[in-house]
């Protein structure tokens, strides 16, 4: 590890949630995993039946909807700024999204795990590469864009 690079660290839920203001049923991240801030950061949310965006997207085929999954993937951002000493106490609005593309279906009872990148920072602003996935597929992959209130 050089001297720019810092250690890991992982966030519970309890962490996750004083650092992003969201809260059921919006707050779409459970556990970061690893993040390296200004690099990257992996976390998981896990989906349940009864998760409430089931019940009507769709009856009988539920299926988590896309623009959730690219909000789950904006939370996971969230922490590679928000965990340097110069952002904390900042809020990281999701300001955009490009590129977006989706390969495969994230169902209830998947584990969605997510990938995310820093790629750019300019002044309150930041970009992100993500990658959402299931059992190692390919679900969802965005270009994020960060801006810091």
Known sequence: ???????????????????????YPFLLVDRITECVPMQYSKGYKNLSANEMFFNGHFPNNPIMPGVLQIEALAQAAAPIILSME???????LFAGVDSVRFKNIVRPGDKFEMEVTLTKVKGPIAKCSGKGFVDGKLCIEAEITIALK
């Open 1 to 23: 590890m050089t001297e720019t690079q810092t250690k890991p660290i992982s966030l519970d839920i309890i962490q996750i949630m004083d650092m992003i203001p969201h809260r």
């Open 86 to 92: 110069q952002y904390k106490g900042k809020l990281a």
